[in-house]
């Protein structure tokens, strides 16, 4: 059973471009959440998902970022006109149902490195 | 205010000895605590998971208790190992919330 997958590992991007970052969840899990991880920080929740439907997205910046998570395929997470604050690790997480609930243990994926140049 | 805080920031100590992480969170009425190991470059891997009705767990060489009435966690490492070099992240949920708070992580280095 393959864990979490994430791609592009590493992206770069140039100030104003779109980043998209994908996230596979773990075979069975329906449950998806989006974290960054600013240098020397620690991970700060962006938003959860499920199949179609965003559940809560209080950790979003108000513009320019965006999540989905289509019945068909992976979720996405897009950062329109990237800005040098920006560059950070983005994790994205995925459980089967709401995490550290009995049994719903939450497994992370290895990260996306974005870097703004 | 939902808050983690770890401490120390960062640790250095020699191969072999016992070591303890801390963590501190602002609201007590979590539903469970997580203690998390990160490698550079890596993604994160669950260690320890402590449901609010527990006091401690462990896993080989680990061990992390839960105090929830101060708001405390410590995860005990013993005989440390240079392969434990790595930052640990301290993470807390709460009933209410969708996701869990994180703390800014202890960076601990095992020397040989």
């Known amino acids: 059973n393959a864990g979490v997958m994430q791609n592009p590992r590493h992206l770069v991007r140039r100030r104003g471009q779109e980043a998209r970052l994908r996230c596979s969840p773990m075979?069975?899990?329906?449950?998806v959440y989006w974290y960054r991880q600013l240098p020397e920080e620690g991970l700060k929740f962006m938003v959860y998902?499920?199949?179609?439907?965003?559940?809560?997205e209080s950790g979003m910046p108000k513009e320019r970022f965006s999540a989905e998570f289509p019945k068909e395929g992976p979720s996405i997470l897009r950062i329109q006109q990237v800005v040098r604050g920006d560059s950070a690790a983005y994790f994205c997480?995925?459980?089967?149902?709401?995490?550290?609930?009995?049994?719903?243990?939450?497994?992370f994926g290895e990260g996306s490195w974005l870097t703004v140049v | 205010k939902q808050e983690v805080t770890q401490i120390p920031a960062a640790l250095s100590v020699p191969e072999g000895e016992n070591l303890v992480l801390n963590c501190s969170f602002t609201?007590?009425?979590?539903?469970?605590l997580q203690w998390f190991r990160q490698d550079p470059g890596k993604g994160l891997t669950s260690l320890l998971l402590?449901?609010?009705?527990?006091r401690e767990q462990t896993s080989g060489r680990l061990n992390a208790s839960l105090d929830k009435s101060s708001g405390r966690s410590t995860l005990y490492i013993a005989a440390s190992q240079p392969g434990d070099s790595a930052t640990y992240l301290c993470?807390?949920?709460?009933?209410?919330?969708?996701?869990?708070?994180f703390g800014a992580g202890t960076r601990l280095t095992v020397k040989p």
């Open positions: 997480a995925s459980s089967p149902g709401t995490p550290g609930r009995t049994g719903n243990t939450i497994y």
């Open positions: 075979k069975g899990h329906s449950h």
């Open positions: 998902l499920q199949k179609e439907n965003i559940i809560d």
């Open positions: 609201d007590s009425a979590i539903y469970n």
């Open positions: 402590i449901q609010s009705s527990q």
């Open positions: 993470a807390v949920s709460y009933p209410l919330n969708n996701d869990m708070r």
